[in-house]
């Protein structure tokens, strides 16, 4: 047996109860991790709250779409990661119902990178979603060098890591953010913080949408929009009135991504915010922490650790 943070009903922090559940055993093509850290990301509160419903999994469920750990045992298809490597992976916990906030975790192992020794995994654990999340998003507009790109919620943690992959692609980054004191930390070339009334200098080719709303008339007329908020976009119709496009994003499990993920904050191009590490068995704590500090940087640690 083992601890899990399950989900009993829809509803609030409350409705989180650390349980006792049977280990999972990998499938022929899964990796058995035992969690060093988890975190918690915006989905993981649209499902608690019943925002969203998982595709696949009856109540109660484990949430969490995110793990760092060390392997304790694989499928019989799997030979190239041993026990005792230390991973990382993203769990797709609204297409498939499986979450990572447990002690011990059973994942396909496509979706599983290894993590560099050297590398302190807990801070680790904010990546997986974020990173594939902004990895994705960057691939799916592959702008190209100096092409203007606006990324709305550039201070949240998709969005810093938005803009840091298109830096490196030499594009010109404007940052939308909400607030002020997010303004810092931003290394983008125009910031935007619309009610101080600040607008892109010019019209942008492309808008990457991690805030969730209507940042179209920001494009140009012909330019692509984006959307990582899949509830929360302009319409088609209002898009066509100007010839723009839009797409809509849905992080996929990659480990092959994360690895180059991981080589990137390795080499210090990409870079992490520093999270607040509270145990699992806080889960009430964290998810408060979560939602009251406007970071939403919380990593969950379990006791065995
Ligand atoms: N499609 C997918 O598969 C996928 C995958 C991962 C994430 N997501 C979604 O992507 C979104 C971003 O995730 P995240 O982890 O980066 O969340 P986050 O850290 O909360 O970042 C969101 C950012 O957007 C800002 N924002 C919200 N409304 C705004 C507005 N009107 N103007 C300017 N800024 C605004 C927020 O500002 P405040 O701090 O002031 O609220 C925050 O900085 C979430 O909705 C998440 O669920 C989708």
Redesign the pocket.
């Known amino acids: 047996m083992m601890l899990a943070i399950r989900l009993t009903a829809p509803g609030g922090i409350e409705s989180l109860l650390l349980q006792s559940v049977e280990d999972a055993a990998p499938g022929p093509d899964e990796v058995a991790i035992e969690a060093i850290a988890t975190s918690i ?3 993981d509160v ?1 499902i608690r709250t019943g925002a969203v419903m998982p595709a696949r999994g009856d109540f109660p469920f484990t949430l969490g779409y995110d793990l760092v750990g060390t392997v304790v045992g694989t499928g019989g298809e799997v030979a190239d990661l041993p026990v005792g490597t230390r991973v990382l992976a993203m769990s797709a916990l609204a297409l498939t119902g499986r979450g990572t906030w447990a002690e011990r975790v059973c994942l396909p192992r496509a979706g599983v990178a290894r993590l560099p020794a050297e590398l302190d995994p807990v801070p680790l654990a904010r990546l997986p ?2 990173g594939l ?1 902004a990895y994705q998003a960057v691939r799916r507009v592959d702008p190209a060098p100096g092409a203007e790109v606006l990324v ?2 550039a ?5 810093r890591l938005v803009v840091q992959l298109l830096l490196r692609r030499g594009v010109r980054v404007h940052g ?4 002020p004191e ?1 303004v810092d930390r931003l290394p983008v070339h125009d910031l935007i913080i ?1 009610h101080v009334g600040q607008a892109p200098p010019r019209p942008v080719d492309v808008v990457i949408d ?4 209507d940042f179209s008339s920001a494009l140009a007329d012909g330019g692509r929009y984006l959307g ?3 509830d929360r976009l302009p319409t088609r119709e209002v898009l066509a009135r100007r010839s723009l496009s839009r797409a ?4 996929q499990e990659s480990g092959a991504q994360l690895a180059e993920l991981v080589e990137l904050v390795r080499a210090g191009a990409l870079t992490l915010e520093t999270p607040r590490v509270l145990p699992m068995t806080d889960v009430h704590a964290a998810h408060k922490e979560f939602e009251h500090d ?1 970071q ?1 940087n919380v990593v969950l640690i379990p006791d065995h650790r």
């Open positions: 990301n915006p989905a649209k979603l974020v999340t709305a919620g201070g949240g943690s998709v969005g939308l953010v909400r607030r997010q619309p991690a805030a969730g709303g990582l908020v899949p809509v994003l849905i992080t406007g939403r």
